[in-house]
């Protein structure tokens, strides 16, 4: 068949590649929002977003499976950029500087990435740091009222006279 290729056939519509656009495409704060926590989370040094009180929130929505992926993140979404706001929690032992350098970088390639725009800028706020140490400490259970004074603690089996054993011991 030496006819025109199907290709050329198509209705001119269907060839529209990314300089002849079909339509809009809107992506929400919320989505782009979702991208930059997913990123940031992702970076190892990053305990937890957003400040105090959003973390303790966040941390009932855990429970009841409700998580926020967007908490400590805040985006404005333009037609073609980008500008992002995060707060979070470091882990002890990584160098701060450095680990806001690789969560922006995370940031910078998730967004443009996956959402097709630019990026001006991302602010990055650290408000904590996260001791592993001392929460393993506040995990250990505490000693109760009898531990601690020594009350109620027997010693171990003590050899008596088969006539002087307790009452409990007969039974």
């Known amino acids: 068949m030496d006819g025109p290729s199907r290709q050329a056939q198509a209705p001119q519509a269907l060839q529209a590649g990314p300089e002849q656009p079909q339509g809009r495409t809107v992506i929400s704060d919320t989505a782009v929002a979702k991208v930059v926590g997913v990123a940031a989370r992702g970076v190892s040094g990053v305990h937890a977003l957003g400040s105090g009180a959003s973390r303790s929130i966040g941390a009932i929505r855990d429970v009841v499976g409700a998580t926020d992926l967007t908490q400590g993140v805040r985006v404005e979404v333009g037609e073609s950029q980008v500008a992002v706001d995060l ?85």
């Open 87 to 171: 707060v979070l929690m470091a882990i002890y032992g990584y160098p701060l500087q450095e680990l806001a350098a690789t969560v922006r970088a995370a940031v910078y390639d998730a967004v443009v990435g996956l959402v097709g725009r630019d990026v001006i800028e991302v602010n990055i706020e650290i408000t904590d740091v996260y001791i592993p140490a001392a929460e393993a400490e506040r995990q250990q259970p505490r000693p109760g009222p009898a531990e601690r004074v020594g009350a109620g603690a027997r010693p171990a089996a003590v050899d008596q006279p088969a006539g002087n054993q307790n009452q409990e011991e007969r039974l």
